[in-house]
């Protein structure tokens, strides 16, 4: 970021003025092309993680790819998520933004996936429920959920061991059950409370050029343990949406693999990091779109199964692999630029100005600006 310009303004006693160094406000509407490149490349991954999920039983190669992905896209994506929710104060303007920017995308994309589903016959009897989310909309309702606990986090005494240690009773409690997705809400929250106690030096510190260097060694391990795990361990652990009874473990693996997943995600969370280029690129601006990539990118990864698209040989075959990795990148890319998000935006982000009373500072400044 460019230093602030200063600003110079103050009167002495005697009426002369004299200049004191003041910075004058950064520019409206800047944005950290640092966490837009961030948020692009995990959408990314998110989507061929998504492309990748048919072709594990076949590859083991495949499979250790996607768990490793696993293992740190959606941390990555909650870690920046929470940093961004540092704000929060619970103020009219931005419980109007949370719900128009979570809670109706939720209920209007719940609903189109339900309706999606019947279509292709994957579940032809579900019900619309606002309560059970449906593939990516846990997301939204998690989301919803963890900012509004914002100002509680950010007033206790020792936030992230309390975040670890609700997401540790989580894994041993099978009947939270599907409601909201409760049991992933709350798993996945140490990630979003870390993420609130995060300032910019943290991040410094992972785009220092050691960092980038020891980032390779450590994601290169990360392949070779995957790899030997795929057969001997279930990456459900790093999915956190179900308890240790329901993954057929012991009561006790739960907190110990909550554990052992938050150590090892975000060690993997800061060496994504720190390959990220902090410099404007061609994929900068389309991080400002990554929640039209992330909703929309859904329906042809669902779809794809219904349409057969996995079921030719020389899919899961090495070149063909490679041609579905590329194709869901190329995908969710262009589900993040301007035209889709203009077109879509209604819906992903609607203003519904309609639906909310204007608190007394929007009233003083339309007066003002009247008058003036």
Known sequence: ?????????????GGTERRTAQPAPDPAGRRDAFFDNAKYLAIVLVAIGHAWEPLRDGSRAAGALYMVVYAFHMPAFIVISGYFSRSFDASPGRVRRLITG???PYVVFE???????????QEPDRPVSLLDPLYLTWFLAALFIWRLTTPVWQRVRWPL????????????????GNDLD??????????????????????HLVRRRSARILAVPVFAGALAVAYWAVPRMSGAWFYHRDSAEELAAPSWYGPVMTLATFGCSLVLVACFLAWVPGRRTWFTALGAG???GYLLHGFVAQGSKFWGWYEPAWVHRPLGEILVTVAAAVLVTALCTPPVRRL???????DMAW?????????????????A
Do not use: C, K
């Open 102 to 104: 979570l809670a109706v």
């Open 290 to 292: 990554t929640l039209y």
């Open 1 to 13: 970021m460019s230093e602030d310009t200063l600003r110079m303004r103050a009167v002495t006693a």
């Open 182 to 203: 409760l049991q992933r809400t709350l798993q996945f929250l140490p990630y979003f409370v870390l993420g609130l106690l995060l300032r910019p030096e943290h991040f």
């Open 355 to 371: 639906a909310f009373r204007r608190n007394a500072s929007d009233q003083a400044r339309e007066r003002n600006a009247v008058r």
């Open 344 to 350: 879509f935006r209604w819906v992903v982000e609607p």
């Open 111 to 121: 609903t189109a996936y339900t309706l999606f589903t019947r279509w292709t016959d």
């Open 161 to 176: 061991p309390i975040a670890l240690v609700i997401a540790m009773l989580a894994t041993l409690s099978p009947s939270i």
